[in-house]
């Protein structure tokens, strides 16, 4: 494990015992502007693994650290102030630093998720949705339809058949968006095709679609189904009193927590 994982509440420290590995090891990336690192490391210990907090500048110079993970998450944030676009910047780091890395991760099974300006950052480098296995850049994340900073809770369709790792036994959830760039839209409508056709499409908003995103889009994967990119937060419901309605809830799992304990017990058996 690398010994630039930072030592924060609910994070595994880098030095934990060897027992403490049997939890699934997930690196969540920080740095730059990215700001729920802690929040989406401390879901994934609820979820049952055992995550690290790593800088993505240590990363990129040691991209070989991603060979002790099984799962790598890229939480929201306004990388690099969102200047030249969401994620645009950070994208080109990854694209020319980390690709090998990611690659070789997820062939070997590995999992990894991107949610918000991670999914910006994911759709933008090329690695979602991968149609062509080259990562070509296809789609995008753009400015709201609204105009304005989006902030609300949503709910949306689960097509668990497109990731069977992060989505399966799931059907209608809601999780919060937080976002001035989350409308999807496709380069053209053959790539809007081949999303549909070959059963990409994660998630769709249903009812109120709050960014104009084509087709209702909230979320794709990509061929494996190993690799999700989501708009919604589902870091930002694994607690039950974290809904705005909670009082008037049941006792079921948050939704935000299903979808991560899923993938670290996909990747659990890895």
Same mark, same amino acid.
């Given at each position: 494990?690398?010994?630039?994982?930072?030592?924060?509440?609910?994070? !595994?420290?880098?030095? +934990?015992?060897? +027992? +403490? !590995?049997?939890?699934?090891?997930?690196?969540?990336?920080?740095?730059?502007?990215?700001?729920?690192?802690?929040?989406?490391?401390?879901?994934?210990? =609820?979820?049952?693994?055992?995550?690290?907090?790593?800088?993505?500048?240590?990363?990129?110079?040691?991209?070989?650290?991603?060979?002790?993970?099984? $799962?790598?998450?890229?939480?929201?944030?306004?990388?690099?102030?969102?200047?030249?676009?969401?994620?645009?910047?950070?994208?080109?780091?990854?694209?020319? &630093?980390?690709?090998?890395?990611?690659?070789?991760?997820?062939?070997?099974?590995?999992?990894?998720?991107?949610?918000?300006?991670?999914? #910006?950052?994911?759709?933008?480098?090329?690695?979602?949705?991968?149609?062509?296995?080259? @990562?070509?850049?296809?789609?995008?994340? $753009?400015?709201?339809?609204?105009?304005?900073?989006?902030?609300? @809770?949503? &709910?949306?369709?689960?097509?668990?058949?497109?990731? &069977?790792? @992060?989505?399966?036994?799931?059907? =209608?959830?809601?999780?919060?968006? =937080?976002?001035?760039?989350?409308?999807?839209?496709?380069?053209?409508?053959?790539?809007?095709?081949?999303?549909?056709?070959?059963?990409?499409?994660?998630?769709?908003?249903?009812?109120?679609?709050?960014?104009?995103?084509?087709?209702?889009?909230?979320?794709?994967?990509?061929?494996?189904?190993?690799?999700?990119?989501?708009?919604?937060?589902?870091?930002?419901?694994?607690?039950?009193?974290?809904?705005?309605? @909670?009082?008037?809830?049941?006792?079921?799992?948050?939704?935000?927590?299903?979808?991560?304990?899923?993938?670290? #017990?996909?990747?659990?058996?890895?």
């Amino acid at each position: 494990m690398t010994e630039k994982a930072e030592t924060l509440p609910g994070v !595994r420290a880098a030095a +934990a015992p060897a +027992a +403490a !590995r049997a939890r699934v090891p997930v690196m969540v990336l920080s740095g730059f502007g990215i700001n729920a690192e802690i929040e989406l490391a401390d879901a994934f210990r =609820r979820a049952g693994a055992s995550p690290d907090i790593v800088h993505i500048g240590d990363l990129a110079a040691q991209p070989r650290l991603l060979e002790d993970y099984r $799962i790598v998450g890229f939480p929201g944030g306004f990388s690099f102030g969102d200047h030249l676009g969401s994620g645009k910047v950070l994208a080109s780091l990854v694209r020319a &630093e980390l690709r090998t890395a990611l690659q070789q991760l997820v062939r070997r099974g590995g999992l990894v998720i991107g949610i918000c300006n991670g999914f #910006q950052i994911l759709a933008k480098s090329g690695m979602l949705p991968d149609l062509d296995g080259d @990562w070509t850049p296809c789609v995008s994340l $753009i400015h709201n339809d609204c105009g304005r900073f989006e902030n609300s @809770w949503t &709910e949306c369709q689960i097509y668990s058949a497109a990731s &069977e790792a @992060w989505l399966r036994g799931l059907g =209608r959830i809601e999780l919060p968006v =937080r976002h001035g760039e989350g409308r999807f839209v496709c380069a053209d409508s053959g790539v809007l095709r081949q999303l549909q056709s070959n059963g990409r499409v994660a998630l769709r908003y249903r009812g109120r679609n709050p960014n104009g995103s084509q087709d209702g889009i909230a979320g794709i994967c990509d061929p494996s189904g190993r690799v999700l990119g989501l708009m919604p937060h589902p870091e930002a419901f694994c607690d039950r009193l974290q809904h705005p309605k @909670w009082t008037r809830g049941s006792d079921s799992e948050p939704t935000g927590l299903a979808i991560l304990r899923n993938g670290v #017990q996909f990747a659990a058996v890895l």
